[in-house]
């Protein structure tokens, strides 16, 4: 039987309850997946525009990119930007030895998981890019707009569009990828849920709230996302209303 009295007790340190410490492990959990996303759209979104371009070069250097980030297990990236690069670059390791360390796990968590993500929202809006009709591009040419206003005003509101869907799996996918961050001490929700498990070895109450915490952000994540397509939805196009 569930005893819920568990998260009301007090952490061996004495400083918190377990619910508490939950909570904590939370609300590193939400920075980390919100700090990620921005990062992962900003660059993906560059990413995505570049390797649609006419230009050989570029296109091969965001398709490496691609490449490079989504066949590297996430765990091992997490290990290559903690133990490894710091070693090689002397800014990160100085950061290192000058930072609280929870805020340097922290934010290379953030540069790991956003350059993962990064490299599957490149691959989402390329599609959505090249999703539409060609004589869309050759529109905004003719009306005297270059290739960025082009870019910017007629092809990618409509390619977001297309890619609210996969973006609303991205989301919820790193939700569930910012649990790896505990393979490097982040204190995040993860880590918290096994560090009650082993202390109290109550594991089904621990892996059962952590289980409910993490479907309530996925879930409100899938809400929003919903509400976004609704509301930029366009009439007569892809399910708009008419």
């Not at 560059?46 to 066949?71: I, Q």
């Not at 849920?193 to 059962?208: I, L, Q």
Request: proline share 5%.
């Amino acid at each position: 039987m569930l005893d819920l009295g568990i998260f009301g007790e007090e952490t061996p340190d004495g400083d918190t309850t377990w619910a508490m410490s939950l909570l904590s492990g939370l609300e590193y959990t939400l920075a980390l997946v919100a700090l990620s996303w921005i990062v992962a759209m900003v660059l993906g979104s560059l990413l995505g525009v570049l390797r649609t371009t006419n230009r050989r070069w570029v296109v091969a250097l965001g398709d490496a990119w691609v490449e490079l980030f989504r066949n590297i297990p996430l765990l091992v990236q997490f290990f290559l930007w903690y133990f490894v690069v710091p070693a090689f670059v002397p800014p990160l390791k100085r950061m290192a030895l000058e930072m609280d360390p929870t805020r340097f796990q922290l934010l290379l968590s953030v540069v790991c998981l956003g350059l993962f993500t990064s490299a599957r929202i490149a691959e989402q809006v390329k599609s959505g890019i090249l999703s539409l009709p060609r004589g869309q591009r050759m529109a905004g040419y003719a009306l005297g707009l270059t290739e960025a206003q082009t870019y910017r005003h007629v092809l990618l509101p409509m390619a977001f569009r297309i890619i609210i869907p996969p973006l609303t799996s991205e989301s919820m996918n790193l939700v569930k990828n910012s649990a790896v961050a505990y393979s490097i001490g982040l204190a995040e929700l993860f880590f918290r849920t096994r560090e009650m498990g082993e202390m109290t070895f109550r594991y089904f109450a621990a892996f059962g709230a952590a289980t409910v915490l993490y479907v309530v952000v996925a879930f409100a994540i899938n809400r929003v996302f919903a509400w976004v397509e609704r509301a930029t939805a366009v009439p007569g196009y892809l399910g708009g209303k008419r």
